[in-house]
């Protein structure tokens, strides 16, 4: 499993969510000035590290590691998709001496497959 550090502007720092009695998660968007445009990049950050989040404001200049994480998923029609998501281990301030919210954090392996929701139902063909 690939690890990046995504390092730019946080443009929203979302709610924590309770998508079930045993799983939450929380979304950050940072804005990397790379290229012709900025590149508003989405990490989610699950279970005990939503706190992570707490502290951070849009504006802030911060560096995130992440994990990538890809996955396949087939509809009902047979159509086979893949799709790429960037799950949050530990964000610090740009240029700061010590990580706020992640001061020795110990990097934690991804959400496995067990810690996610389930995929779909009788009445949802949504791969998400």
């Known amino acids: 499993m690939a690890q990046v550090t995504i390092?730019?502007?946080i443009k929203m720092v979302g709610k924590t969510q309770d998508v079930s009695d045993k799983f939450r998660k929380r979304e950050l968007v940072v804005t990397e000035p790379s290229g012709?445009?900025?590149q508003h990049i989405p990490v989610e950050?699950?279970?005990?590290?939503?706190?992570?989040?707490?502290?951070?404001?849009?504006?802030?200049e911060v560096n995130v590691i992440c994990y990538v994480n890809g996955r396949e998923w087939t509809g009902r029609d047979g159509v086979t998709k893949y799709f790429l998501s960037l799950s949050g281990n530990r964000i610090e301030?740009?240029?700061?001496?010590a990580p706020v919210g992640g001061g020795g954090y110990?990097?934690?392996?991804?959400?496995?497959?067990?810690?996610m929701p389930p995929?779909?139902?009788?009445?949802d063909d949504l791969p998400f």
């Open 93 to 97: 301030r740009s240029g700061a001496a």
């Open 45 to 60: 950050f699950t279970q005990d590290r939503c706190g992570l989040l707490d502290g951070y404001n849009p504006g802030d």
């Open 119 to 123: 995929i779909g139902g009788d009445d």
């Open 106 to 115: 110990q990097a934690a392996p991804p959400p496995s497959a067990a810690d």
């Open 36 to 38: 012709q445009r900025p």
């Open 7 to 9: 390092s730019g502007t």
